[in-house]
């Protein structure tokens, strides 16, 4: 009798660990793609998650110093209109710390195989030199599928590359626009727009760096619309509500305006995350006065650089803005060249220091810098393409370029470290096994003007 009861008491206790099992799994089954990690204060972090049908979200996190001592975010439903996408804020957070997280379906605790956690921002200012931090960014991200791509070879690969950014540990990811490549089949419906950022935001090479390093993001054409779209394009508004559904940036365009616009700041670093797209007339409309940034958003720059006290001032863009080659589909700055000479007097007449622009779309990098007279050089880091094909850039003639073209797909990681008032800014480039190409240093000091008064 007693060995009876014996077998009975472990039968019972495997029917429930089966049961806890069943249950994560049908949890898990759930989820489409993430968690991921958004934007970074010093009080609270925002979190994102893709659902494959309507359910209940809550996060549950704690100070990995305090483990015991755990906290919730409110939940979250998801819902078909949204993509069965879930924002979700952690607040009561304290400065300069790291926390744990888990994810919770329909009350069922969800596990990964890989860590999750996130970062506040370090109080620092009065108190000490701003901290060593690093970041990584890249653009033009493209996966394949087949049956809606071009016929011939497929246009995505390597896509390892997401998994060695994911090595180096950095503290989070800017990505500079292509970041999905709405096709034809795509961008003329809600349900297409949906259909194929949810493709490629669930690349299972993705998840682990979703999960643990936080992301920014702004966009170029092929998130906004067709190849080099404009403001002309008639489904913006909703290529605009998709993307604000699946990034998880602090804002939205100016003032909570129009279009992605946005900034945050990283230790003594200001980076201001501009719209290229929006506001943009026609490449090949016939009026020299034409905009790409339009007066809003360059009056909304030029005010916060003015304002701002950062070791350096990095300013997004999809595309090319020192870089003087155009034409034969080439969309740098300079078909915008009035509004280009324009934005660069303000940043010269304004005495505006530690100015590096960081664009993307060429799909290869190089690093170009501008020597101008009585004044610091300016630095435009493009680096392109994460995963689409590759446009070598070796016999384009930028004068501006001091780096070799790296054309292959690869991503730049970029390092800022140093004492206050003599911080340096490291960029590397690595290759999609997260081997070095090359690199670029540039110091705090080398972006101000000179004593002597220029």
Same mark, same amino acid.
């Given at each position: ?270 980076? *201001? $995350?501009?719209?290229? +797209? ?6 090949? %409309?016939?009026? @020299? /006065?034409?905009?790409? =940034? ?62 590096? *622009? $960081?664009?993307?779309? +060429? ?6 810098? %501008?020597?101008? @007279? /009585?004044?610091?050089? =300016? ?76």
């Amino acid at each position: 009798m007693l060995y009876l009861k014996r077998i009975f008491s472990v039968l019972i206790i495997q029917f429930i660990l089966l049961q806890l099992f069943s249950q994560n799994l049908i949890a898990q089954s759930l989820i489409q793609s993430g968690p991921m990690v958004g934007y970074s204060a010093m009080r609270e972090v925002g979190l994102w998650l893709q659902t494959k049908s309507e359910a209940e979200i809550l996060i549950k996190y704690w100070n990995i110093r305090e483990p015991q001592k755990k906290f919730s975010t409110n939940s979250v439903r998801t819902t078909k209109d949204k993509a069965f996408t879930a924002k979700l804020i952690a607040e009561g957070l304290e400065p300069g710390q790291v926390y744990n997280y888990e994810v919770y379906v329909n009350n069922k605790k969800v596990s990964f195989n890989y860590e999750l956690k996130f970062q506040t921002q370090k109080l620092w200012q009065w108190r000490e030199d701003p901290p060593e931090f690093s970041f990584v960014t890249g653009s033009c991200f493209y996966v394949n599928e087949e049956q809606y791509d071009r016929p011939g070879k497929p246009y995505g690969s390597d896509y390892q590359i997401v998994e060695s950014i994911y090595k180096t540990k950095p503290d989070f990811m800017l990505w500079l626009g292509d970041n999905y490549y709405l096709r034809e089949a795509d961008w003329d419906s809600w349900s297409g727009i949906l259909h194929r950022i949810t493709h490629t935001r669930s690349l299972p090479e993705l998840q682990p760096l979703l999960g643990s390093v936080h992301h920014y993001a702004i966009w170029d054409d092929h998130d906004f619309g067709p190849n080099n779209s404009d403001r002309g394009f008639w489904n913006k508004d909703k290529t605009l509500e998709a993307f604000k559904l699946f990034w998880i940036n602090p804002s939205y365009g100016i003032n909570d305006g129009e279009g992605i616009t946005t900034f945050f700041e990283w230790a003594d670093v200001d980076f *201001f $995350l501009l719209d290229n +797209r929006f506001f943009r007339a026609p490449n090949n %409309l016939n009026d @020299e /006065n034409k905009p790409m =940034l339009g007066n809003k958003q360059i009056e909304w720059l030029i005010d916060n650089l003015v304002s701002s006290q950062a070791s350096f001032k990095i300013i997004a863009v999809g595309g090319q803005v020192l870089n003087p080659v155009s034409g034969r589909g080439i969309e740098t700055y300079e078909l915008f060249k009035k509004e280009k000479e324009r934005l660069l007097e303000l940043i010269d007449k304004n005495k505006i220091e530690g100015v590096i *622009f $960081l664009s993307g779309d +060429r799909h290869h990098s190089e690093v170009s810098k %501008l020597e101008r @007279e /009585n004044a610091y050089p =300016l630095y435009d880091l493009t680096v392109s393409s994460l995963t689409a094909g590759v446009a070598p850039g070796k016999e384009e003639n930028n004068p501006y370029r001091i780096s070799e073209s790296v054309d292959q797909h690869n991503f730049a990681k970029i390092t800022v470290n140093g004492p206050r008032k003599n911080r340096v800014l490291e960029c590397n480039f690595y290759d999609v096994n997260g081997k070095f190409i090359s690199g670029i240093k540039i110091n705090e000091n080398e972006l101000k003007y000179l004593s002597e008064g220029k």
